[in-house]
């Protein structure tokens, strides 16, 4: 059985402040692959990346980054000076090595930026 | 421009009426999911499919069905809708690729938010 744990429920920052957003997992494959989605107010969930479990490397694009600690199980991510436009909720999501990949979704953080 | 397409994007039906969700892919890929999800909520799998003619319940126990005849092609059926099925449902496939850090994997839908009156 695999877990995604996203103990953030809610978060409010004001405009320009740097966020990050927590991510722990709990799977019992040796080769599994992390996600995050963000799912603004209109619904659809928009793909931002996908980190595989062998791939230990820190990556950041643009203000995101995403901080991959095997040891811990986690997978934070940092929007660094924050946007109104980012406001939405953030998933994190885990697949692991079965036959239908399915993914497993945290509770989702819901991220609030204020001007 | 999606490869992934749900229709309708919103539906509202009165208690007891019978409805399909359409789901359809141009991507060629054999795997297929439906998602429920409450308004802010978590996402929970519901159905999904290896290929044709395969459908799987998911961890989320779901009144409604699904089928796969064709590989595009993964509707989801509820036959009598009641209030409590109203949510957000969303589709998605996947073609899974062992490395690369794109999105070789997971496609979504827009979804179709679903109101049961």
């Known amino acids: 059985a695999q877990k995604v744990t996203q103990a953030q429920t809610e978060i409010s920052v004001v405009e320009k402040e740097d966020v990050t957003l927590d991510c722990v997992y709990e799977?019992?494959?040796?080769?599994?692959?992390l996600f995050w989605y963000k799912q603004p107010p209109s619904g659809e969930l928009v793909f931002l990346i996908r980190r595989n479990s062998f791939d230990e490397q820190n990556e950041i694009s643009g203000r995101y980054s995403w901080n991959f600690q095997k040891s811990t199980s986690s997978f934070n991510f940092t929007i660094t000076a924050s946007q109104v436009v980012d406001s939405a909720v953030y998933f994190c999501a885990l697949s692991g090595n079965n036959a239908g990949n399915m993914l497993t979704f945290g509770g989702g953080t819901r991220l609030m930026v204020k001007p | 421009e999606a490869d992934i397409y749900q229709t309708p994007r919103y539906l509202v039906i009165g208690t007891g009426k019978k409805i399909t969700l359409e789901c359809s892919q141009t991507m060629g890929h054999d795997k297929m999911y439906w998602y429920q999800q409450d308004p802010g909520m978590e996402l929970h799998l519901i159905h999904y499919?290896?290929?044709?003619?395969?459908?799987e319940k998911g961890d989320l126990s779901s009144e409604s069905t699904v089928s796969r005849i064709r590989t595009e092609h993964f509707p989801l059926t509820l036959e009598s809708a009641r209030p409590s099925h109203t949510s957000q449902y969303l589709c998605?496939?996947?073609?899974?690729?062992?490395?690369?850090?794109?999105?070789?994997?997971?496609?979504f839908g827009s979804g179709t938010r679903l109101t049961v009156v």
């Open positions: 799977t019992r494959d040796t080769t599994y692959y």
């Open positions: 998605a496939s996947s073609e899974f690729t062992p490395t690369g850090r794109g999105n070789y994997g997971y496609t």
């Open positions: 499919s290896y290929g044709v003619n395969s459908t």
